[in-house]
Nanobody, 124 residues
Framework: QVQLVESGGGLVQAGGSLRLSCAASGRTFSSYAMGWFRQVPGKERESVAA????????YYADSVKGRFTISRDNAKNTVYLQMNSLKPEDTAVYYCAATRRSTWSSLKYEYDYWGQGTQVTVSS
């Protein structure tokens, strides 16, 4: 069992930055690939970024490439999402997720554990 707790969301102006953190419980965190997803009301939850268990392989949605960076610190059981050059369309609830797969996945149904989410609001 893995429990995930996101933090770092908030209100920021367009062009600003935020850093989301996801703290995981459990001794096997380093064996899980991790992902960040986001969701706005009335729309499907979409993949934003993902990272393999080692951190050696990453994935980014086209909409965030060059602006967002996913990373992880297995010693701290934490995964991060650094978000720069934020746009109003990045406004959403951001979720952290863990999959037993060792490689990253952009498919939400492949994830086994989810956090409660953290709100990110970007004002224009």
């Amino acid at each position: 069992q893995v429990q995930l707790v996101e933090s770092g969301g908030g209100l920021v102006q367009a062009g600003g930055s935020l850093r989301l953190s996801c703290a995981a419980s459990g001794r096997t965190f380093s064996s899980y690939a991790m992902g960040w997803f986001r969701q706005v009301p009335g729309k499907e939850r979409e993949s934003v970024a993902a990272i393999s268990w080692s951190g050696g392989s990453t994935y980014y949605a086209d909409s965030v490439k060059g602006r967002f960076t996913i990373s992880r610190d297995n010693a701290k059981n934490t995964v991060y999402l650094q978000m720069n050059s934020l746009k109003p369309e990045d406004t959403a609830v951001y979720y952290c997720a863990a999959t037993r797969r060792s490689t990253w996945s952009s498919l939400k149904y492949e994830y086994d554990y989810w956090g409660q989410g953290t709100q990110v609001t970007v004002s224009s």
